[in-house]
Protein backbone atom coordinates (compact mmCIF):
# COMPACT_ATOMS: atom_id res chain seq x y z
CA UNK A 1 0.00 0.00 0.00
CA UNK A 2 2.82 2.30 0.75
CA UNK A 3 4.72 1.93 -2.66
CA UNK A 4 0.76 2.33 -4.46
CA UNK A 5 0.94 5.57 -2.71
CA UNK A 6 4.25 7.26 -3.32
CA UNK A 7 3.78 6.29 -7.15
CA UNK A 8 0.19 8.00 -6.64
CA UNK A 9 1.50 10.83 -5.21
CA UNK A 10 5.06 11.66 -6.39
CA UNK A 11 7.46 13.83 -4.59
CA UNK A 12 8.65 17.47 -6.03
CA UNK A 13 11.29 19.65 -5.37
CA UNK A 14 10.76 21.58 -2.45
CA UNK A 15 11.13 24.88 -3.82
CA UNK A 16 8.35 26.91 -4.50
CA UNK A 17 9.12 28.14 -8.08
CA UNK A 18 10.39 24.03 -9.26
CA UNK A 19 7.83 21.68 -9.50
CA UNK A 20 10.39 18.90 -11.05
CA UNK A 21 9.39 15.16 -9.75
CA UNK A 22 12.13 13.43 -7.39
CA UNK A 23 13.42 9.99 -7.98
CA UNK A 24 12.11 7.08 -6.05
CA UNK A 25 14.30 6.85 -2.53
CA UNK A 26 16.05 10.52 -3.29
CA UNK A 27 17.78 11.54 -0.33
CA UNK A 28 17.38 15.71 -0.95
CA UNK A 29 14.54 17.44 -0.75
CA UNK A 30 15.47 19.37 -3.77
CA UNK A 31 16.38 18.26 -7.30
CA UNK A 32 19.72 18.68 -9.01
CA UNK A 33 18.96 21.71 -10.66
CA UNK A 34 18.33 23.61 -7.79
CA UNK A 35 20.95 21.89 -6.20
CA UNK A 36 23.41 23.45 -8.98
CA UNK A 37 21.82 26.48 -8.89
CA UNK A 38 22.49 26.42 -4.69
CA UNK A 39 25.84 25.95 -5.22
CA UNK A 40 26.96 28.41 -7.84
CA UNK A 41 25.05 31.14 -5.41
CA UNK A 42 27.28 30.43 -2.44
CA UNK A 43 30.63 30.32 -5.42
CA UNK A 44 29.44 33.96 -6.16
CA UNK A 45 28.97 34.99 -2.14
CA UNK A 46 32.27 33.66 -1.32
CA UNK A 47 34.18 35.80 -4.17
CA UNK A 48 32.39 39.35 -3.04
CA UNK A 49 33.42 38.21 0.50
CA UNK A 50 37.09 37.31 -0.34
CA UNK A 51 37.12 40.49 -2.74
CA UNK A 52 36.59 42.33 0.48
CA UNK A 53 38.89 41.14 2.53
CA UNK A 54 41.48 41.91 0.14
CA UNK A 55 40.86 45.82 0.59
CA UNK A 56 41.33 45.39 4.42
CA UNK A 57 44.89 44.92 5.96
CA UNK A 58 45.89 43.78 9.67
CA UNK A 59 47.41 46.31 11.79
CA UNK A 60 49.58 44.94 14.65
CA UNK A 61 47.51 43.00 17.19
CA UNK A 62 44.75 41.79 14.48
CA UNK A 63 43.08 44.97 14.38
CA UNK A 64 41.58 45.54 10.75
CA UNK A 65 42.02 48.92 9.05
CA UNK A 66 40.65 49.88 5.39
CA UNK A 67 43.08 51.01 3.01
CA UNK A 68 42.00 54.39 1.77
CA UNK A 69 41.34 55.27 -1.96
CA UNK A 70 43.85 57.89 -3.27
CA UNK A 71 40.82 59.24 -4.92
CA UNK A 72 38.84 59.50 -2.06
CA UNK A 73 40.24 62.21 -0.29
CA UNK A 74 41.57 65.33 -0.95
CA UNK A 75 44.58 68.14 0.49
CA UNK A 76 41.97 70.00 1.78
CA UNK A 77 39.97 67.34 3.61
CA UNK A 78 40.00 67.08 7.58
CA UNK A 79 41.51 64.32 8.91
CA UNK A 80 39.18 62.01 10.77
CA UNK A 81 40.99 62.14 13.76
CA UNK A 82 40.63 65.84 13.85
CA UNK A 83 37.14 65.44 13.08
CA UNK A 84 36.45 63.10 15.79
CA UNK A 85 38.17 65.71 18.55
CA UNK A 86 36.12 68.57 17.17
CA UNK A 87 32.81 66.39 17.34
CA UNK A 88 33.80 65.45 20.90
CA UNK A 89 34.32 69.27 22.35
CA UNK A 90 30.83 70.00 21.01
CA UNK A 91 31.41 71.64 17.84
CA UNK A 92 29.38 71.52 14.66
CA UNK A 93 31.10 70.97 11.91
CA UNK A 94 28.83 72.28 9.28
CA UNK A 95 28.61 75.69 11.18
CA UNK A 96 32.53 75.47 10.48
CA UNK A 97 32.50 75.49 6.74
CA UNK A 98 33.58 78.47 5.19
CA UNK A 99 32.76 77.95 1.29
CA UNK A 100 29.57 77.40 1.54
CA UNK A 101 27.86 80.83 1.23
CA UNK A 102 25.45 80.34 -1.26
CA UNK A 103 27.26 81.82 -4.07
CA UNK A 104 28.14 85.15 -2.00
CA UNK A 105 31.51 85.21 -3.48
CA UNK A 106 30.76 84.60 -7.51
CA UNK A 107 32.15 86.20 -10.34
CA UNK A 108 29.20 88.11 -10.74
CA UNK A 109 29.52 90.26 -7.78
CA UNK A 110 29.47 93.53 -8.11
CA UNK A 111 31.58 95.55 -5.57
CA UNK A 112 31.01 98.94 -4.40
CA UNK A 113 33.05 101.13 -2.70
CA UNK A 114 30.86 102.73 -0.27
CA UNK A 115 28.08 101.81 1.57
CA UNK A 116 26.00 104.21 1.01
CA UNK A 117 26.58 103.31 -2.71
CA UNK A 118 25.93 99.59 -2.12
CA UNK A 119 22.40 100.57 -0.80
CA UNK A 120 21.44 103.23 -3.46
CA UNK A 121 21.77 100.11 -5.76
CA UNK A 122 19.81 98.02 -3.93
CA UNK A 123 17.12 101.24 -4.03
CA UNK A 124 17.25 101.90 -7.28
CA UNK A 125 16.76 98.24 -8.69
CA UNK A 126 13.56 97.83 -6.47
CA UNK A 127 12.60 100.65 -8.06
CA UNK A 128 12.95 100.40 -11.68
CA UNK A 129 12.55 96.40 -11.86
CA UNK A 130 10.08 93.82 -10.78
CA UNK A 131 12.14 90.74 -10.97
CA UNK A 132 15.44 91.56 -9.20
CA UNK A 133 18.38 89.06 -8.43
CA UNK A 134 20.78 91.48 -7.03
CA UNK A 135 24.63 90.43 -5.87
CA UNK A 136 26.96 92.86 -4.55
CA UNK A 137 29.47 93.43 -1.24
CA UNK A 138 31.26 96.42 0.18
CA UNK A 139 33.63 97.12 2.79
CA UNK A 140 34.36 99.02 6.28
CA UNK A 141 36.36 99.76 8.81
CA UNK A 142 36.54 97.14 11.31
CA UNK A 143 34.50 97.98 14.67
CA UNK A 144 35.46 95.76 17.64
CA UNK A 145 32.29 96.95 19.27
CA UNK A 146 29.83 95.89 16.46
CA UNK A 147 29.65 91.73 16.11
CA UNK A 148 29.25 90.16 12.71
CA UNK A 149 26.37 88.97 13.38
CA UNK A 150 25.03 92.15 14.98
CA UNK A 151 26.20 94.31 11.24
CA UNK A 152 24.27 91.45 9.69
CA UNK A 153 21.29 92.67 11.42
CA UNK A 154 22.00 96.16 10.76
CA UNK A 155 22.10 95.34 7.37
CA UNK A 156 18.89 93.46 6.76
CA UNK A 157 17.15 96.39 8.59
CA UNK A 158 18.82 98.84 6.33
CA UNK A 159 17.88 96.76 3.23
CA UNK A 160 14.30 96.81 4.71
CA UNK A 161 14.08 100.72 4.42
CA UNK A 162 15.55 100.27 0.94
CA UNK A 163 13.50 98.13 -0.23
CA UNK A 164 10.27 98.46 1.80
CA UNK A 165 10.40 94.89 2.36
CA UNK A 166 10.78 93.09 5.24
CA UNK A 167 12.57 89.60 5.85
CA UNK A 168 12.40 86.97 8.17
CA UNK A 169 15.40 85.37 9.03
CA UNK A 170 15.47 81.39 8.76
CA UNK A 171 18.79 80.49 10.28
CA UNK A 172 22.13 81.70 11.38
CA UNK A 173 25.61 80.14 10.49
CA UNK A 174 28.90 80.97 12.15
CA UNK A 175 31.80 80.94 9.79
CA UNK A 176 35.28 80.77 10.55
CA UNK A 177 35.88 84.60 10.20
CA UNK A 178 32.53 85.95 10.23
CA UNK A 179 29.01 85.06 10.17
CA UNK A 180 26.07 84.34 8.03
CA UNK A 181 21.97 84.86 8.17
CA UNK A 182 19.52 83.72 5.50
CA UNK A 183 16.26 85.49 5.59
CA UNK A 184 13.08 85.48 3.57
CA UNK A 185 10.14 88.35 2.65
CA UNK A 186 7.95 87.72 5.54
CA UNK A 187 4.97 88.16 3.16
CA UNK A 188 6.08 85.27 0.66
CA UNK A 189 3.12 82.77 0.38
CA UNK A 190 5.95 80.20 -0.24
CA UNK A 191 7.71 80.45 2.99
CA UNK A 192 3.98 80.73 5.08
CA UNK A 193 4.30 78.38 8.45
CA UNK A 194 1.48 76.05 9.35
CA UNK A 195 -0.89 77.52 11.79
CA UNK A 196 -0.44 75.69 15.27
CA UNK A 197 -3.65 75.27 18.24
CA UNK A 198 -2.59 76.75 21.55
CA UNK A 199 -2.25 74.08 23.89
CA UNK A 200 -3.16 76.03 27.04
CA UNK A 201 -6.11 74.84 28.81
CA UNK A 202 -9.03 76.31 28.73
CA UNK A 203 -8.28 79.00 25.22
CA UNK A 204 -10.80 79.23 22.56
CA UNK A 205 -8.53 78.31 19.08
CA UNK A 206 -10.20 80.93 16.70
CA UNK A 207 -9.20 81.71 12.89
CA UNK A 208 -7.53 84.82 12.45
CA UNK A 209 -7.28 86.42 9.22
CA UNK A 210 -2.96 86.88 8.30
CA UNK A 211 -1.66 89.29 6.47
CA UNK A 212 -1.82 88.96 3.02
CA UNK A 213 0.98 87.17 0.67
CA UNK A 214 2.53 87.09 -2.70
CA UNK A 215 4.64 84.85 -4.52
CA UNK A 216 7.42 87.02 -4.63
CA UNK A 217 9.66 83.22 -4.96
CA UNK A 218 11.97 85.66 -2.22
CA UNK A 219 15.81 84.71 -0.77
CA UNK A 220 18.08 86.83 1.03
CA UNK A 221 21.42 85.95 2.15
CA UNK A 222 23.82 88.24 4.00
CA UNK A 223 27.49 87.24 5.12
CA UNK A 224 29.81 89.42 7.07
CA UNK A 225 33.38 88.22 7.51
CA UNK A 226 36.92 90.06 8.27
CA UNK A 227 39.20 90.41 5.40
CA UNK A 228 43.17 89.41 5.41
CA UNK A 229 43.44 93.34 5.61
CA UNK A 230 41.41 93.82 8.59
CA UNK A 231 38.32 95.27 6.99
CA UNK A 232 34.84 94.02 7.98
CA UNK A 233 32.97 92.76 4.35
CA UNK A 234 29.57 92.24 4.06
CA UNK A 235 28.00 90.63 0.93
CA UNK A 236 24.51 90.27 -0.20
CA UNK A 237 22.77 87.89 -2.10
CA UNK A 238 19.53 88.78 -2.92
CA UNK A 239 16.45 87.68 -4.73
CA UNK A 240 12.96 88.88 -5.08
CA UNK A 241 10.60 88.54 -8.10
CA UNK A 242 7.57 90.17 -7.65
CA UNK A 243 6.39 93.47 -6.64
CA UNK A 244 3.43 93.87 -4.05
CA UNK A 245 2.62 95.82 -0.75
CA UNK A 246 5.33 97.17 1.28
CA UNK A 247 5.70 95.98 4.39
CA UNK A 248 5.06 98.53 6.86
CA UNK A 249 6.03 98.87 10.75
CA UNK A 250 2.76 99.81 12.76
CA UNK A 251 5.09 100.00 16.10
CA UNK A 252 5.18 103.40 17.80
CA UNK A 253 7.83 105.25 16.85
CA UNK A 254 10.59 106.36 19.32
CA UNK A 255 10.14 109.83 19.14
CA UNK A 256 6.69 109.74 19.42
CA UNK A 257 7.08 108.10 22.76
CA UNK A 258 9.31 110.78 23.34
CA UNK A 259 6.33 113.23 23.04
CA UNK A 260 3.74 111.30 25.14
CA UNK A 261 6.29 110.62 28.24
CA UNK A 262 6.69 115.30 27.75
CA UNK A 263 3.17 115.44 27.81
CA UNK A 264 1.52 112.88 29.48
CA UNK A 265 0.52 114.69 32.68
CA UNK A 266 -1.10 118.08 30.41
CA UNK A 267 -2.44 116.84 27.25
CA UNK A 268 -5.72 114.82 26.92
CA UNK A 269 -5.65 111.79 25.14
CA UNK A 270 -7.45 113.71 22.04
CA UNK A 271 -4.78 116.36 22.16
CA UNK A 272 -1.82 113.84 22.79
CA UNK A 273 -2.96 112.22 19.36
CA UNK A 274 -3.27 115.31 17.27
CA UNK A 275 0.19 116.11 18.83
CA UNK A 276 1.75 112.85 17.71
CA UNK A 277 0.78 112.91 14.29
CA UNK A 278 1.27 116.44 13.54
CA UNK A 279 4.79 115.34 14.23
CA UNK A 280 5.09 112.21 12.39
CA UNK A 281 1.77 111.55 9.91
CA UNK A 282 2.79 108.27 8.98
CA UNK A 283 1.41 107.35 12.29
CA UNK A 284 -2.36 106.22 12.06
CA UNK A 285 -4.87 105.17 14.61
CA UNK A 286 -3.94 101.70 13.66
CA UNK A 287 -0.69 102.20 15.01
CA UNK A 288 0.40 100.56 18.06
CA UNK A 289 -0.20 101.93 21.41
CA UNK A 290 -2.27 105.19 19.64
CA UNK A 291 -5.43 103.09 19.74
CA UNK A 292 -5.33 103.46 23.66
CA UNK A 293 -4.70 107.06 23.32
CA UNK A 294 -7.45 107.75 21.29
CA UNK A 295 -9.56 106.57 23.15
CA UNK A 296 -12.33 108.53 26.13
CA UNK A 297 -11.79 106.87 29.25
CA UNK A 298 -11.47 108.54 32.81
CA UNK A 299 -8.39 106.02 33.44
CA UNK A 300 -6.14 108.49 31.22
CA UNK A 301 -2.59 107.96 33.44
CA UNK A 302 -3.05 104.16 33.22
CA UNK A 303 -3.54 104.34 29.73
CA UNK A 304 -0.94 106.43 28.86
CA UNK A 305 1.15 104.19 30.69
CA UNK A 306 0.58 101.08 28.40
CA UNK A 307 0.76 102.84 25.60
CA UNK A 308 4.62 104.10 26.31
CA UNK A 309 5.40 100.80 27.81
CA UNK A 310 5.94 102.24 31.77
Not at 84 to 111: I, P, R, T, V, W
Not at 126 to 135: A, L, R, V, Y
Amino acid sequence: MEGTDSEQNPQTCSKTWCHRELPTNYRWKTCDHCRECDRKTKRAQRASEKAKKETVTLKQGGKRKRVPDSSDTSEDEQPTRHRKENAASGMDMDFLDDEDDGGLESDEEEAFNRAEEFFDSIRQDFQSHEDISFKGSFTIAHDPLVSFRKRVQMTADEIWKMTGYRFTVKDHKTLKSGHKTRLWCSQDEGRKKKSKKSQNVGVKNRDTLGMKRYPCRSRLIISCRETKDGLTKVAVHLDHHAKHVHYVDVSMPAGALNIVRENVEWLTPVMMVAKVQAAFPDVTAGTSGLTLLSGRRPQRPILLMVAIGL
